[in-house]
């Protein structure tokens, strides 16, 4: 290592050290020992720029109401959901004065990102789901609101995957995904279904794409790039966003094709390119997309079919994702990384994906439960022990 090197190494050695040595006792008080030192340096000290702390009360009400709120780009639902989650919030840091752990909803919002005060809050939630979801509300507030006021250790003290707003899976949790059985018994259904070319469009695009429903309903006949092999899809509860583009498999893209050319082909030439292209695949009348709910009661019903067959336990918690799910399990089994398949997915972050590495590791131990050899009884007694084995 040449002295240059060595040299570079220190000095992120020491950045990290004063990164801890303010997340364990502030800006100011390490600020205070540096001036009583009266250290004479050449460089600026490696210490971030302190920064006036908006209290938690103002941080979360911007954060679900201020005009540049990141919760505006998301659906609806979300934002119904984060707004309901931002006033339980505040009403835990108001009790919590009682308490001293935070001095309520007026102190300034490092109170409320100490990892002890944030283990106190989710701790109240035993239901491993109810926790997720605190946790997910959590991450989501902190990345968009709170970095600033983040050390780098504090940060990843936070997120890392076994700290204290991680997300954790459990085996009863785990996605549900469709056989191939259930896959090709529903895309018979399809036929005798009213309706049954869009439905066997709809669940052949899930299947060969692994897309979600919301993107599914919103797919226009511009976003189909034949020469590509993809579609284009709005980012998951983004509004706004630029489209994404998703792979899909050549069989899939030519089931899609062919039902825009027979539902649609005719109005080509009635109307402009633009026009044309507006117009969403998937449609209930004229240019309105058709609804996810609609969607979702047509697979419930094609599920209800299968479990009068006996394809489907009564107690399989199927739905419209599942499709989604098996995509990434197939993926998995025929050899697929489990980063290409993240890519495939669209997912942000690897950690969504996952996921289906717990939920595969869960279908291979039901495998090997199987196996043919777990039917044989086999023993070996000493007495007939063979010594030449």
């Known amino acids: 290592m040449s002295p240059l090197e060595r040299k570079n190494t220190?000095?992120?050695?020491?950045?990290?050290?004063?990164?801890?040595?303010?997340?364990?006792?502030?800006?100011?008080?390490?600020?205070?020992?540096?001036?009583?030192?009266?250290?004479?340096?050449?460089?600026?000290?490696?210490?971030?720029?302190?920064?006036?702390?908006?209290?938690?009360?103002?941080?979360?009400?911007?954060?679900?109401?201020?005009?540049?709120?990141?919760?505006?780009?998301?659906?609806?639902?979300?934002?119904?959901?984060?707004?309901?989650?931002?006033?339980?919030?505040?009403?835990?840091c108001n009790y919590t004065k009682k308490s001293g752990l935070i001095n309520g909803s007026k102190s300034p919002i490092t109170q409320l990102l100490n990892p002890l005060t944030l283990s106190s809050y989710l701790n109240q939630y035993t239901n491993s789901n109810t926790r997720n979801k605190k946790a997910s509300f959590l991450r989501s507030f902190i990345k968009n609101s709170c970095e600033d006021f983040l050390s780098k250790p504090a940060y990843n003290r936070l997120f890392h995957r076994k700290g204290v707003l991680s997300v954790t899976t459990i085996t009863e949790d785990l996605p549900k995904a469709f056989t191939d059985k259930q896959i090709i018994a529903m895309l018979e259904e399809c036929r005798y279904t009213h309706n049954g070319l869009r439905n066997f469009t709809i669940i052949n695009t899930f299947i060969y794409s692994g897309i979600r429903l919301d993107e599914l309903v919103n797919l226009q006949i511009e976003d189909v790039d034949q020469r590509n092999n993809k579609i284009l899809v709005r980012p998951k509860g983004r509004k706004n966003e630029k489209k994404q583009s998703r792979f899909i498999h050549q069989n899939g893209l030519q089931i899609l094709t062919n039902y825009i050319d027979f539902i649609h082909g005719h109005e080509k030439d009635k109307l402009s390119n633009d026009e044309y292209n507006s117009k969403?695949?998937?449609?209930?009348?004229?240019?309105?997309?058709?609804?996810?709910?609609?969607?979702?009661?047509?697979?419930?019903?094609?599920?209800?079919?299968?479990?009068?067959?006996?394809?489907?336990?009564?107690?399989?918690?199927?739905?419209?994702?599942?499709?989604?799910?098996?995509?990434?399990?197939?993926?998995?089994?025929?050899?697929?990384?489990?980063?290409?398949?993240?890519?495939?997915?669209?997912?942000?972050?690897?950690?969504?994906?996952?996921?289906?590495?717990?939920?595969?590791?869960?279908?291979?131990?039901?495998?090997?439960?199987?196996?043919?050899?777990?039917?044989?009884?086999?023993?070996?007694?000493?007495?007939?022990?063979d010594s030449r084995v």
């Open 280 to 385: 969403f695949i998937f449609s209930t009348s004229g240019d309105r997309a058709i609804s996810v709910r609609t969607v979702q009661k047509m697979v419930e019903k094609l599920i209800e079919k299968l479990k009068g067959k006996g394809l489907v336990l009564e107690d399989q918690k199927l739905s419209v994702h599942s499709f989604r799910h098996s995509f990434a399990i197939y993926s998995l089994e025929s050899g697929i990384d489990i980063y290409k398949i993240s890519k495939l997915l669209g997912h942000k972050s690897i950690t969504s994906t996952e996921v289906y590495l717990k939920m595969f590791d869960f279908q291979l131990k039901e495998a090997i439960e199987n196996h043919p050899f777990a039917k044989l009884n086999l023993s070996i007694k000493g007495d007939h022990h």
């Open 10 to 92: 220190a000095k992120q050695d020491i950045e990290q050290l004063f990164e801890k040595l303010i997340d364990q006792y502030s800006f100011k008080e390490v600020e205070k020992v540096l001036n009583k030192l009266n250290l004479q340096t050449h460089e600026q000290v490696p210490v971030r720029t302190p920064m006036e702390e908006p209290s938690i009360e103002c941080s979360l009400q911007n954060f679900a109401y201020g005009n540049e709120s990141f919760l505006r780009t998301l659906s609806s639902n979300t934002q119904k959901a984060y707004k309901t989650e931002t006033k339980l919030l505040l009403d835990y």
